[in-house]
């Protein structure tokens, strides 16, 4: 969401007065545009169903047309992931909503899963399956929707929410990981290519398809509804369009290849071809680099001139490495190339490459919106990827102010947790607003959460909990 000199006091008060009118007026624009926004939301998600339902009707009857069929096999995959990717967050978030102790917190998770529930009823109306199957599902998260905009105007009330109420969250939550287990063995399917849509989705003489059997009805009865009146910490920050990390101060590419053959890839066998100069959000200059029979991409900025990207590809094998010693080299490359002492994180593994969220500290301060991403091909024990976007946006000094201790930062936790780590930070919302924060790394009964305390108004803005994604761990 997202006075001068004195003259007569008469003219004072009806300036006063008009004041107050205009700030009547405002107030009720600001009312009427916060009413409006849930009006918008769901016209958007009806519009998105009827542009769906128009599409499959107009491809059904072109089925035997190829591109028609590729057409509306792309419709059915992009709802189905749709669906599927907030069916996710409104568990995660249902499972976040019993830990947070604060009602700003609360609205906000609430919203979120309010909004989850529209996207998942606009993929169930559009995906093909049968209305007995989808029926009470799309009933289900309709409700649980409801649920949200009712504990919302409670909490806006400046009530709070009472023990029954959050057992329903709860038995929410449960229903939510039940119907998220169900999908994970459909998914399995569609992410390994072998199925399709186009080919189970015809209805048959009774109004079935293949697909509403395959993937189950959502309302079995191993589903019990209650009753009811979906990778790295900020590893997508914001980025300004502003470009503040960078100086004013332009280099030639004779000067951006002397320093990738210099500093990048300094005592080492590279050919370095100059390809062109891309005017983006950046101007870089672009290289292909040959090293050891492999090709890589790199971009060097023209003002003040730092690396910007790598692009590779791994080589195939099982690590050589340790993750400990992929994150050394990591940090070390960073620091090399120009971006001094850096501080990872995030580390993640996946087959043989590793992949490492790093942010510049100032003065213990971690920047998370100056992130940098390495890969790491834990075979060849070489960097393959690069990317400093984040940083050369964003990268500033900052000060950090606070008006409250950690002590008084973790008192917003709540109970029945163990403070794994903790650090200062600075975070960038979703409204663009940097924030300084108190970070605690937490382990409660749902897994590890990451907590982010605002370390002056001591509200809790922030909440990513640690998820497991075919074995690779998730920050969600």
Same mark, same amino acid.
């Given at each position: 969401? /997202?006075?001068?000199?004195?003259?007569?006091?008469?003219?004072?008060?009806t300036t006063t007065k008009r004041d107050l009118g205009e700030d009547n007026k405002r107030e009720k624009k600001m009312s009427t545009a916060q009413k409006m926004l849930p009006i918008l939301i769901t016209s958007i998600v009806v519009l998105v169903i009827a542009l769906g339902a128009t599409l499959i009707a107009?491809?059904?009857?072109?089925? $035997?047309?190829?591109?028609?069929?590729?057409?509306?096999?792309?419709?059915?995959? #992009?709802?189905?992931? #749709?669906? *599927?990717?907030? *069916?996710?967050?409104?568990?995660?978030?249902?499972?976040?909503?019993?830990?947070?102790? $604060?009602?700003?917190?609360?609205?906000?998770?609430?919203?979120?899963?309010?909004?989850?529930?529209?996207?998942?009823?606009?993929?169930?109306?559009?995906?093909?399956?049968?209305?007995?199957?989808?029926?009470?599902?799309?009933?289900?998260?309709?409700?649980?929707?409801?649920?949200?905009?009712?504990?919302?105007? $409670?909490?806006?009330?400046?009530?709070?929410?009472?023990?029954?109420?959050?057992?329903?969250? @709860?038995?929410?939550?449960?229903?939510?990981?039940?119907?998220?287990?169900?999908?994970?063995?459909?998914? @399995?399917?569609?992410?390994?290519?072998?199925?399709?849509?186009?080919?189970?989705?015809?209805?048959?003489?009774?109004?079935?398809?293949?697909? #509403?059997?395959?993937?189950?009805?959502?309302?079995?009865?191993?589903?019990?509804?209650?009753?009811?009146?979906?990778?790295?910490?900020?590893?997508?920050?914001?980025?300004?369009?502003?470009?503040?990390?960078?100086?004013?101060?332009?280099?030639?590419?004779?000067?951006?290849?002397?320093?990738?053959?210099?500093?990048?890839?300094?005592?080492?066998?590279?050919?370095?071809?100059?390809?062109?100069?891309?005017?983006?959000?950046?101007?870089?200059?672009?290289?292909?680099?040959?090293?050891?029979?492999?090709?890589?991409?790199?971009?060097?900025?023209?003002?003040?001139?730092?690396?910007?990207?790598?692009?590779?590809?791994?080589?195939?094998?099982?690590?050589?490495?340790?993750?400990?010693?992929?994150?050394?080299?990591?940090?070390?490359?960073?620091?090399?190339?120009?971006?001094?002492?850096?501080?990872?994180?995030?580390?993640?593994?996946?087959?043989?490459?590793?992949?490492?969220?790093?942010?510049?500290?100032?003065?213990?301060?971690?920047?998370?919106?100056?992130?940098?991403?390495?890969?790491?091909?834990?075979?060849?024990?070489?960097?393959?990827?690069?990317?400093?976007?984040?940083?050369?946006?964003?990268?500033?000094?900052?000060?950090?102010?606070?008006?409250?201790?950690?002590?008084?930062?973790?008192?917003?936790?709540?109970?029945?947790?163990?403070?794994?780590?903790?650090? /200062?930070?600075?975070?960038?919302?979703?409204?663009?607003?940097? *924030?300084?924060?108190?970070?605690?790394?937490?382990?409660?009964?749902?897994?590890?959460?990451?907590?982010?305390?605002?370390?002056? $108004?001591?509200?809790?803005?922030?909440?990513?909990?640690?998820?497991?994604?075919?074995?690779?761990?998730?920050?969600?």
């Amino acid at each position: 969401m /997202k006075s001068s000199n004195k003259i007569e006091e008469k003219i004072e008060k009806t300036t006063t007065k008009r004041d107050l009118g205009e700030d009547n007026k405002r107030e009720k624009k600001m009312s009427t545009a916060q009413k409006m926004l849930p009006i918008l939301i769901t016209s958007i998600v009806v519009l998105v169903i009827a542009l769906g339902a128009t599409l499959i009707a107009f491809f059904q009857l072109k089925k $035997t047309d190829e591109q028609s069929n590729k057409t509306l096999e792309s419709v059915y995959s #992009s709802s189905y992931y #749709s669906m *599927v990717d907030s *069916v996710n967050n409104l568990q995660v978030s249902a499972d976040k909503f019993e830990t947070v102790t $604060t009602s700003e917190a609360q609205r906000d998770l609430l919203r979120d899963m309010e909004q989850d529930c529209a996207y998942v009823v606009a993929g169930l109306s559009v995906l093909p399956i049968d209305v007995e199957n989808s029926n009470s599902a799309i009933k289900f998260f309709n409700q649980v929707s409801g649920m949200c905009e009712a504990y919302i105007k $409670t909490i806006d009330k400046g009530e709070s929410l009472s023990p029954e109420q959050l057992l329903l969250v @709860d038995k929410a939550e449960y229903a939510l990981s039940i119907i998220k287990s169900k999908l994970n063995t459909h998914n @399995d399917m569609v992410r390994k290519g072998d199925y399709e849509f186009i080919s189970v989705g015809v209805f048959n003489d009774d109004g079935v398809t293949q697909f #509403s059997n395959s993937i189950g009805d959502l309302t079995a009865t191993e589903v019990d509804y209650p009753t009811m009146i979906f990778d790295g910490p900020f590893s997508d920050s914001l980025e300004n369009k502003q470009i503040r990390g960078l100086s004013e101060e332009e280099i030639t590419k004779e000067q951006a290849e002397d320093y990738l053959r210099n500093t990048v890839y300094q005592d080492q066998e590279v050919e370095i071809e100059y390809v062109n100069e891309t005017d983006g959000d950046f101007v870089t200059y672009d290289f292909k680099i040959t090293k050891n029979d492999k090709e890589y991409m790199a971009q060097v900025t023209k003002r003040q001139g730092i690396l910007l990207t790598i692009l590779g590809y791994a080589e195939s094998g099982e690590p050589n490495i340790s993750s400990e010693k992929a994150q050394e080299l990591a940090e070390g490359f960073a620091n090399k190339v120009g971006f001094g002492d850096l501080t990872t994180t995030w580390l993640e593994v996946k087959d043989n490459i590793a992949y490492i969220n790093l942010a510049p500290t100032q003065d213990g301060v971690v920047l998370y919106p100056d992130l940098v991403k390495v890969k790491i091909d834990m075979f060849a024990q070489d960097v393959i990827g690069f990317e400093a976007k984040n940083y050369a946006f964003n990268h500033v000094e900052r000060t950090f102010e606070t008006s409250i201790t950690l002590e008084e930062a973790e008192e917003k936790l709540g109970f029945d947790y163990i403070v794994l780590n903790t650090r /200062k930070a600075i975070i960038a919302l979703e409204n663009d607003i940097e *924030v300084a924060v108190y970070e605690f790394a937490c382990e409660r009964i749902g897994g590890l959460f990451y907590y982010y305390v605002d370390a002056n $108004t001591g509200n809790l803005v922030q909440i990513l909990k640690v998820v497991d994604s075919n074995g690779t761990p998730l920050l969600i």
